[in-house]
Each structure stands twice: as structure tokens, then as C-alpha cells.
């Protein structure tokens, strides 16, 4: 069963690698026509609310994880604030996902959203890179 739940967290894990390459994607925004500024939007977008489920797994199995080992309690509330956090800030990315496709749709500028979108996404990234961190180095705190 612990190999089971490992093995569906590192699924979620994966799922959520996403977040790592995607300040690179939104980084080339600019750069693209008004068409392929849309088409990308639009899947990152979809891949938020996918990586949004795999977050979900994440709190599922790793719950069940934790119940099988011991961890600190340091660990645990770094865990949880990071997972917050990341489940805060793709939330929150939502927005401006969705104001910039339109923005893009109405051929309006959507430099406002672009800035928030690049600061989100840094913050994503750092995020899931730090929580993996602290996951393999799970006896370091
Ligand atoms: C949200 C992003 C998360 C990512 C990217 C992630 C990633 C990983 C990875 C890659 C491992 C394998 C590490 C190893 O076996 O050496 C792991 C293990 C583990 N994860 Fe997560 N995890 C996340 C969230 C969580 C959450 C929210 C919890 C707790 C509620 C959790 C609890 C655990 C536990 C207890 C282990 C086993 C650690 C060990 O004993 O080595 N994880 N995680």
C-alpha cells in the first residue's frame, strides 16, 4: 500500500513539474503573434486546473504518507505552508490567466496581466522546487 501511495504521489509530482518549466513558457509571451499568445494561454490555462487536481493527490497521498513514518514537526509545517502556498498562488493565477485571454481575444494590451502572471509563476516554480527539496531531505529539519 506505502509503495501504491508513493508511487501516486510521485504521479502528482510530476504532474506538478509544470509549474517548474512554466516561467520560461510565459517568458516568451511577448514574443509571440496575438494567435500563439492566445493558444498558449489557453493551455496553460487547462494545465493549471489539471496540476490543480495533482495538488490535490499530493495532499491525499502525502497525508498517508506521513502517517506512516515519522517526520518532525518542523518538516510537517513547512510542508503544509508550502503546499499552501503553492495552492494559493495557483489559485490566484487563475485571474489573470483568464483576463489576459480575453484581453488577447479583444486585441487589448495585456501587459498588467503578463507582469502578474511572470511573478506568479516565478513564485510557483521556487515553490515546487523547495517542496520537492524538503520531500527527498525529509530528515534535514
Ligand atoms: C505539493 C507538492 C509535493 C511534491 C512535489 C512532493 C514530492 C515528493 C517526492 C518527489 C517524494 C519522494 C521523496 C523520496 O521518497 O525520497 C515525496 C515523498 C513524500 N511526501 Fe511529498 N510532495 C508534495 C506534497 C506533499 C504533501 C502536501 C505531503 C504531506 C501532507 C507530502 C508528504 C510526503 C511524505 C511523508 C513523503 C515520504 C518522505 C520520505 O520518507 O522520504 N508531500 N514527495
Redesign the pocket.
Known amino acids: 500500500m506505502y509503495q501504491v501511495m ?1 508511487f501516486l ?2 504521479i ?2 510530476l504532474a ?2 509544470f509549474y517548474l518549466i512554466l516561467p520560461f513558457v510565459l517568458g516568451t509571451l511577448g514574443k509571440l503573434s496575438l494567435a500563439g499568445q492566445e493558444g498558449t494561454v489557453s493551455a496553460v490555462k487547462t494545465l493549471n486546473r489539471f496540476a490543480q487536481f ?2 490535490i493527490l ?2 491525499l ?9 515519522n ?1 518532525s514537526v518542523p518538516w ?1 509545517i513547512v ?2 505552508l ?2 499552501l502556498a ?2 494559493a498562488l495557483s489559485g490566484i493565477m487563475g485571474k489573470p490567466l483568464r483576463l489576459a485571454l480575453e484581453g488577447i481575444r479583444q486585441n487589448k494590451p495585456i501587459a498588467a496581466e503578463e507582469g502578474k502572471l511572470r511573478t506568479l509563476s516565478a513564485l510557483l516554480s521556487v515553490s ?1 522546487l523547495v ?2 527539496f524538503f ?5 534535514i529539519i
Open positions: 508513493l504521489h510521485i502528482g509530482a506538478l513539474g495533482g495538488l499530493q495532499l497521498t502525502g497525508g498517508y504518507l506521513i502517517g506512516q513514518g517526520y510537517m510542508i503544509v508550502l503546499f503553492i495552492g515546487v517542496i520537492s520531500m527527498v531531505f525529509s530528515t
